[in-house]
């Protein structure tokens, strides 16, 4: 450090001095696009053809108590390019990089051995009876037992692990193996002859997500995802197959949705709402857009802009919306009617029940939920409201819950599902 001494100007030197300009007009920000803007060569005039949306697709918690079923798991269609045989994949079957799955976790109801699907039944089975647990540690066991997998078996099998991982409330788990990917970029993971990276799609988009988990840093999932988009805005120039263009421009949207997502584990809501109001089309209406725009604004509380995200929209998907705008406003008997209106549905089922409890009709309330509990639905919502009805409207709540934890294990013996763990019950 220089002394004080040095540091010290003489009074009859010479100062640097500059000219300030105070009455200097400000410059206009210049306008940006980044890889995720809608703009041109995406913005092509095209049919909009809205997906699925359910309730829960923006994983934002709507502000009452929880009513949404979860989304019906798949299986995956992982698809990749598969890996050179020069390439050497080795590091992903130590076993010592995946964790194992203790069941203390589980309710003792679960642990019995025979309501588990067996671990030898195919992973596909496994994944059908939504046995996610099972699942997981099945493709830990292909993935580091002799004979090592295929080459184009490798890395769905580690997707599969991720995924079940995170469907079963063992994200930490899940963000800590996919550290072992490192750079999902990387030079590493490009096919020599074609360029393409040889990690499935549906794999890369999650290991961002997980990553920025492990790390404790949801900018770098942000950035992650950019990188994606900056790949896919490449990918739809490039393409020559319409098809092949039409799925790299719904990547695109999806990664657009991602980073939503990803702006909301950060808490900040605000910016998550203007990310998707920047990726409104120019010409036309997303409707899909307008549904996850009005999810957001009903989670902020903005019930005004929610109704209008929703003002013209008609596709069927989005009408299960419409009541959660008089449930925001505390207008339970209208939304109750509303619910009524629209065709039976689980989701249906669970949010009229909801709407009922709050108009006094426990006891209709109670009849619906169970009737879902007697079907065979077991999905988080429904046993936390069925649970918190107990405790509220019996002063035998304790035993009516463990009564509850029997029917819905007995559920996934008989007509199969993922068990629960005792965080939802």
Known sequence: MASPQRLQVSSGSKRHSRNVSYNRAPLARRMTKGPLDSDDPLAVEAPQTPGSLTIEAANV????????????????????????????????????????????????????????????????TLLANHSFRSAATAATLRLCTPPAPLPEELFPLLYIRLACLTLINHLPFAAEESKVLQDINSPFYRDEITGKNVLPWELRVLAVRLQG?????????????????????????EAADPEEKQTWKERLKELGLCVANALIEMGDVGAAI?????????????????????????????????????????????????????????????????????????LTTHNLAVCLFYTGKVHETLEL??????????????????????????????????????????NTEEKGGGERGAADL
């Open 61 to 124: 918690p709507i502000p009452t108590t929880p009513f949404s079923p979860e989304r019906p798991f798949a299986q995956p269609a992982v698809t990749a390019t598969p890996p050179a045989p020069n390439k050497d994949f080795n590091y992903l079957l130590r076993p010592d990089i995946y964790h194992s799955l203790s069941q203390l976790d589980l309710p003792s109801h679960f642990q019995t051995p025979n309501r588990h699907t067996p671990l030898f039944a195919p992973i596909p």
């Open 274 to 346: 203007r990310h998707l109001e920047s990726l409104r089309p120019r010409n036309g209406k997303d409707e899909v857009l307008e549904g996850r725009l009005a999810l957001f604004y009903i989670h902020v509380g903005n019930v005004d802009a929610a109704r209008q995200c929703l003002s013209n929209c008609n596709t069927p998907n989005l009408k299960p919306l419409k009541p959660l705008l008089n449930m925001a406003d505390g207008r339970y008997a209208d939304a109750a009617e509303e619910w009524k209106a629209l065709p039976s549905s689980d």
């Open 369 to 410: 939920l169970d009737q879902l509990i007697g079907k065979g639905r077991s999905f988080h919502a429904l046993i936390f409201n069925l649970a918190t009805v107990y405790e509220l409207c019996s002063e035998k709540g304790s035993q009516r819950k463990e009564e509850l934890v029997e029917r819905v294990s007995k």
């Open 213 to 237: 988990v492990g790390y404790g840093d949801g900018r770098k999932s942000v950035g992650g995802y950019h990188d994606l988009a900056s790949e896919a805005r490449t990918e739809v120039k």
